[in-house]
């Protein structure tokens, strides 16, 4: 059985009280993942952001609130 049958199994079983938050959830993943409008500069500006978080280069949210004073 694919990914694809197992989750359309899983969908299939899913209490219909819970089918609007796992639509919700579905949605999410695919704008999250999906959405080709990020632009080339976006991107960009997104791995530059997470190269400066491995290398450290970020505040914790105590030294945040500490600047907010």
């Known amino acids: ?13 899913f209490p219909d009280a819970l089918l609007s938050e796992a639509l919700d959830f579905v949605l999410f993943l695919k704008t999250r993942y999906l959405d080709p409008e990020i632009t080339t500069e976006e991107k960009a500006e997104i791995l530059a952001a997470q190269a ?18």
Do not use: H, P, W
């Open 1 to 13: 059985m694919t990914i694809k049958e197992q989750l359309i199994q899983e969908v299939e079983a």
């Open 52 to 69: 400066a978080y491995k290398l450290g280069d970020y505040l914790t949210l105590e030294q945040y609130e500490a600047n907010q004073v």
